[in-house]
Each structure stands twice: as C-alpha cells, then as structure tokens.
C-alpha cells in the first residue's frame, strides 16, 4: 500500500459524459502528478499541481482538467468523452522538498475508466 | 522536449535466463528512477541512481547510470516467475520526471 488512494477503482460512462477522478496524497506530499496509461501503453504524464498551483503540463488535452485543493487532494476532471479515453488513470504523489528536484513518486492503485 | 527511450518493449526469457533493459535519454539527466508495474497493478519505486557511472544493487537486480547521465540499465540475474511486469525508468532533468515506455518482462516457468 503506497498511501495513495484513488476513487472510484472502476468508472463506465458514455461518449459525450463528464466525468471526476479523485486522488488523495500520501500524508506529508505536497504535490500530485496525473498520468494516463492506455492498454499495454507506458505512462503518459498529464499534469502535475505542487501546493495547490499547476507546476507542469504534460500531454492533457483541453477536455481535461484538474486542481489540488488546500486539503492537498486533487480532482481530474474528463468532458466530452470520447472513447479513445479509456485508459487506467494513475494519480502519484511526492514529497518534492524546495529547492530539490522530482522527488520519489507513489503511485495510487489507479481509476479504470472505461467509455462505451 | 525531454524523450526517454526504452528497449526492447517486449522480452520473453526462460525462468533463470537473464535480462536486461535499456534507457536512453535525449538529455542529461540529474538522476533517473526505475520502477515496477506488476500485471494489473501500479507503477512501485525500486531505486533512485544520481552519480554518474553508479551501479547499485538490489538482490538479482543490477541498475547502472552511464558516465554521461544519458542512459540506464536495469539487468536481472537469473529471472523467476515473480519478475513478471513491466519495467520503467524514469529520468529527471530539470523538474520534470520523463517515463520511457517500459519494457515488459514475460518469464516462462
């Protein structure tokens, strides 16, 4: 268990369907990072929010969204889905002390999103 | 930007063969990371390498940084059933962590 936790485990939705995944970090990390792993594709990093603000951006289309509220939780938001979205979305969490680099990322069990 | 390149994507061994993946990085790295994603599991930290042309070890596990902090291995010594998964590394230049594809280890019993 890596302390990351992640709701729901499973989500089936339609094309066209909003919908919110969410992700709690391990106690003390301050940032959250956001990746999308397609069938038997590698990790495709999305965002990244350290403290409540955006930090990086990687490969997340317009549809998606996402914040880290003041509790340090965090929220992917997907609209207008379509169904090459279906995909494990992994939230990680890091310590990221100031000053240091990416620190050790754990990953939380994922959210399977399936879109029929 | 940054691209991290894994080979081979795919390794077949025999239980107690070796194996070996590779990582290469078009950048110089500060220091890069190696993961484990077991079959329908999560990505799980196995080591952090930061000198240029360390090796450390891990049981069976061989990891290796080049001396120009370009590229990366991970070997395993005489494979069991339990290596099964897929196996990233992760380089990280600047504040950004670059996940190569992986390479996914199937081992025959």
């Known amino acids: 268990d890596s302390g990351v936790t992640q709701t729901p485990k499973h989500l089936i939705t339609a094309t066209g369907q909003r919908v919110t995944l969410r992700c709690s970090p391990r106690?003390?990390?301050?940032?959250v990072y956001w990746y999308q792993q397609s069938l038997d594709q590698g990790l495709q990093f999305l965002i990244q929010?350290?403290?409540?603000?955006?930090?990086a951006k990687g490969n997340i289309l317009e549809r998606f969204s996402a914040q880290q509220f003041p509790d340090l939780h965090s929220e992917l938001n997907l609209s207008s889905l379509e169904l090459g979205d279906s995909a494990l979305y992994f939230c990680a969490s890091s310590r990221i002390p100031r000053g240091v680099g990416p620190d050790t990322q754990y990953f939380g069990p994922g959210t399977r999103l399936t879109v029929l | 930007g940054q691209q991290v390149m894994q080979i081979p994507q795919y390794q077949h061994v025999q239980e107690g063969e070796d194996f070996t993946t590779y990582c290469n990085s078009s950048t110089t790295l500060s220091n890069i990371q190696w993961y484990k994603q077991r079959p329908g599991g999560h990505p799980v930290f196995l080591i952090q390498?930061?000198?240029?042309?360390e090796v450390k070890k891990q049981k069976r596990l061989t990891f290796q940084f080049g001396e120009a902090k370009k590229n990366s291995s991970l070997h395993i010594t005489a494979t069991q059933t339990t290596d099964v998964g897929t196996y990233f590394c992760?380089?990280?230049?600047?504040?950004?962590?670059?996940f190569g594809g992986g390479t996914r280890l199937m081992v025959k019993p």
């Open positions: 992760a380089g990280n230049a600047g504040n950004m962590l670059t």
């Open positions: 929010y350290y403290n409540g603000e955006e930090r």
């Open positions: 390498l930061v000198k240029s042309g």
């Open positions: 106690s003390g990390d301050l940032s």
